[in-house]
Structures are given as C-alpha cells and as structure tokens.
C-alpha cells in the first residue's frame, strides 16, 4: 500500500493569521483536503500561536470527527507539559515529537536518541499509556535506530528536508536519498514504522516512494499549499495522492 497523506495546515494557519479575519479557513481548507482523498491532518502548535493556534486544535478533532471518521489526527511538537496536555485532551490518533527550540522558524534536525533518552522515553510511555501512536522526527542516521526503538516510540519520521534542498541535483538527491532509505531500512529491522516529512513535492515523491516502498505516511504542508494556490486544494491533494503512488 502507498504511503499515506497528511496534509499539515501550518501554513493555512500562518496566511490567515496575517490579518485578522477568518479565512482563509483552516477548517474549511482542511475539509477540502479530506474529501479529496487526503488521510489525515497534521498541525505543529508552537507556544507563540505564530501559526496553529490552540483554538485550532478542537475545531480539526471536531471535523475528523464529525466528517471523516477514518481519517487521523497527527499532532507534532516539543514535548513541554502544555503540549502534552494538549495533545491528551484533544486526543489526536499520532503524536509527532521534535526536538525544535519554540523560536525556530521550522524544524531542521531529528533526535538525539541516544543522548536524549532519559527525555524521551518517560514521554514516551506517557504517550502510550493514553493510547497514542508516537512517532519521533529524525535525522538520516541507521545507526540511531536501535536507540530510537530504546525509546518505546511507535515510528520515526524522517528528516527529508537535505534530500528536498537539493532535488535539482540528481547526483546530491540520489546521496540523500540513499541515506534515507537505510535509515528506513534499519527502522524497519528494529521493529519501527516509517513516516517521512519536509520539503516533499510532487517531483521528487516519486523517488522517495519508489526507494522506500514500506513508507507508511508522508506529512505535507507548505509545497502543497503553495502547490494549492495554482491547483487549488482539491485538485493539489490529487496531485500528491498520485505522486505518492494511489
């Protein structure tokens, strides 16, 4: 099976937090990307509600709910007290932790696994304990892997934002994307699901799906919603699904 498609709406967010009015809707453009055939929504709350704001959050757990029942909620972050509140009252079906200090403007490196266990793995049970499937963003390194598996995690994401810098260079993509894949492999080995997130577009999915055919998810926001200003959201969301192998 393909891997599937979550559409992050942090950029939605962000366009309609430059004024202050109502749309473009978040709710409403979400809606759109899930009856298109999109899987879930993925939102990345940061404690300065420069995007997301918290008030997003019930409103998208209302519209999965509500309207798509089989889709999922995916909510990433740092894992700071008010994000795991957050995300044990509003009950999304993944949670996505990155290690981002709260002033970057997006994340840029994966876990330390080895020298950040005794942060993660606490979380991570806690995580569990209420039922959600936790997946922690990281970097392309298989030698991390058995320490990410240490962790309790359910998956990792991996970091494709070096393979996505540099697609134009068939010859630095083709290394990333090496990379990647052994990671992935390695993951799988130990027991890890495998999701993938950053600087993914339509053109260089393809590569990625046909180099890690296991890949189970793929969380897209800011190329798809640029992409989404020529194509429109529906028409975008088809776009990916095809890129992406359905």
């Not at 979400?30 to 929504?41: F, Q, S, V």
């Not at 932790?97 to 696994?113: I, N």
């Amino acid at each position: 099976m393909p891997a599937k498609l979550s559409v992050n709406v942090n950029a939605i967010a962000m366009l309609r937090n430059r004024r202050d009015l109502p749309w473009p809707s978040v709710t409403g453009l979400g809606r759109i990307a899930l009856a298109a055939g999109a899987h879930g929504l993925t939102v990345h709350p940061r404690p300065d509600q420069r995007h997301i704001r918290f008030s997003d959050v019930p409103e998208i757990r209302a519209l999965i709910d509500d309207e798509f029942p089989k889709a999922e909620f995916n909510i990433e972050g740092y894992p700071s007290e008010d994000f795991l509140q957050l995300v044990e009252k509003h009950q999304p079906e993944q949670v996505t932790l990155v290690p981002d200090d709260p002033s970057q403007a997006t994340s840029d490196h994966g876990w330390d696994f080895a020298g950040q266990a005794s942060l993660l793995k606490p979380v991570v049970a806690r995580l569990k304990k209420g039922g959600f499937r936790v997946s922690l963003f990281s970097d392309a390194d298989p030698a991390a892997m058995s320490a990410a598996r240490d962790t309790g995690a359910d998956r990792i994401e991996l970091f494709t934002g070096p393979y996505g810098a540099c697609f134009d260079d068939s010859a630095k993509a083709a290394k990333e994307l090496e990379k990647l894949a052994k990671t992935a492999e390695a993951a799988l080995a130990a027991g890890l699901a495998v999701n993938a997130g950053h600087d993914l577009v339509v053109d260089n999915l393809p590569l990625l799906m046909k180099r890690i055919p296991k890949l189970a998810e793929v969380s897209i926001g800011h190329g798809l919603t640029a992409d989404a200003l020529e194509h429109g959201m529906a028409g975008t969301i088809r776009r990916y699904l095809k890129a992406c192998g359905w």
